[in-house]
């Protein structure tokens, strides 16, 4: 995701109840299948959940999830009637009686609202962007559950609809409407969650075993073609250095009018002010990779929590830099990374300095943003540089390949670095990574 977005994600951290919410909640949610119908004019939702989850912890007595401005019509827990409390940005259902580590829970809700966050509109179109818990039920800042998800789009026939994963039924519904259902490939996490409804034009190509799609309600599909044109050769070169094929059967990128730039699971959302203006210039050049890279950092291997978030965002900034490289020459690595060094010199002269995985509260969002993103990039470099990139790259592969599906802390990327290199990364990690007293 783009910076600006993590300024106003982290703004929505600054409430520790919030961040309360989703941390520790005693379970791991199993499955969210939706039927909602969206109102693209009034820009509100209304539709039914079925979440399915199982306790992880012993006498588990509430089910907390991430509070948004939906009005909640029933909610039931197996069945039973429940009445959830809406409070401090948290919404909680207290369980009929405790119950064990294992038990399964099923929640069936129906809800209707105007989402507070995460709508956006493009020309035509209706898209959601990153704030998946604003329009539907979960649990936003819980980035290690992955559940699996389907959401079933009941939209005017002649509507197009794009989610996660790919379309497994179209039926006609009730008053001229048609109901399209969406089903993701493998379990995501909750801020990867999300649709756009609208009329669009789409183009299709290959790019090994798998197809890329470029749909838009704002260009034609020859301007699909041009804009998207570098995808292929993107999606070859961050392969080989994953050493893990694109991990979508199809992905998408839905080009919006506009400035966005937000990955989801299977596809990005594109906003034509991200493109470049001019050709193989690389200073422009970053929009549609980065978002490409979560595909593999981030969507396919996660964080488990905000604390080791610049393993989603400081890897991807330093595989931009790398594209860069393979694209451009050395020169366009450098000047990637001088940006970045420029970012932590200016928060380090204010004597505002942390470890990469530093779980406490950042004084300002730049910091975050300048540790997480920059400084993350710039770990990722170093440690480039001090093992050679024979032992680097395999040792990224090596990281990728065994937690493709899974979620990671800072642990597992220096465990297959070492594993690479032969080298004791302990001394490297506890100086960039933990700081030098917080080492778990
Ligand atoms: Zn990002």
Redesign the pocket.
């Known amino acids: 995701?783009?910076?600006a977005l993590?300024a106003i994600i982290v703004a929505s951290l600054a409430d520790p109840a919030l961040a309360d919410t989703t941390s520790g909640a005693g379970f791991d949610v199993t499955s969210y299948d939706l039927a909602l119908t969206p109102d693209m004019q009034n820009e509100t939702v209304a539709g039914r959940e079925t979440i399915r989850l199982r306790a992880i912890d012993d006498g588990l007595s509430q089910l907390i999830f991430s509070g948004n401005a939906l009005t909640i019509d029933s909610a039931t827990i197996d069945g039973v009637p429940a009445s959830p409390t809406l409070k401090a940005d948290s919404l909680t259902f207290d369980l009929p009686r405790p119950i064990a580590r294992g038990r399964t829970v099923k929640l069936e809700l129906a809800y209707h609202g105007h989402p507070a966050r995460g709508f956006a509109r493009s020309a035509t179109a209706l898209y959601t962007s990153y704030f998946a818990c604003d329009w539907m039920i979960c649990r936003q800042n819980d980035f290690g559950d992955k559940a699996a998800f389907s959401l079933a789009l009941r939209v005017p026939v002649g509507t197009d609809t794009m989610s996660v994963g790919r379309m497994v039924s179209k039926r006609p519904g009730p008053d001229g409407s048609e109901i399209q259902r969406w089903k993701a490939p493998r379990p995501y996490s909750a801020y990867l969650y999300g649709f756009a409804v609208g009329r669009f034009v789409s183009v299709s190509e290959t790019a090994g075993s798998a197809k890329l799609t470029y749909l838009s309600d704002v260009a034609d599909t020859a301007e699909l073609k041009h804009r998207f044109a570098p995808t292929r050769e993107m999606v070859r070169f961050i392969s080989d250095k994953a050493g893990v094929p694109l991990p979508v059967a199809e992905y998408r990128q839905l080009l919006v009018k506009g400035d966005e730039?937000q990955?989801a699971a299977t596809y990005s959302v594109i906003g034509m002010d991200e493109l470049p203006t001019k050709a193989d210039d690389p200073d422009q050049d970053w929009a549609i990779v980065?978002?490409l890279?979560?595909q593999w950092w981030?969507n396919l291997v996660t964080c488990a929590s905000l604390t080791d978030f610049w393993l989603?965002?400081g890897v991807?900034?330093f595989m931009t830099a790398a594209w860069k490289e393979h694209r451009y020459g050395r020169a366009a690595y450098d000047a990637e990374l001088d940006v970045a060094r420029s970012r932590l010199e200016k928060v380090r002269a204010k004597g505002l300095d942390k470890p990469l995985a530093w779980d406490g509260h950042y004084p300002t969002l730049g910091t975050r943003r300048a540790i997480q993103?920059s400084e993350g990039a710039l770990f990722m470099d170093h440690l480039r540089s001090t093992l050679g990139d024979a032992a680097f790259w395999s040792g990224l592969r090596r990281y990728t390949r065994a937690h493709a599906g899974g979620v990671v802390t800072s642990i597992d990327l220096e465990r297959a670095m070492e594993a690479a290199s032969g080298h004791d990364l302990r001394p490297l990690f506890a100086q960039w990574v933990f700081g030098e007293t917080a080492r778990p």
């Open positions: 995701m783009r910076l993590v730039a990955e980065h978002e890279f979560h981030g989603n965002e991807t900034t993103y």
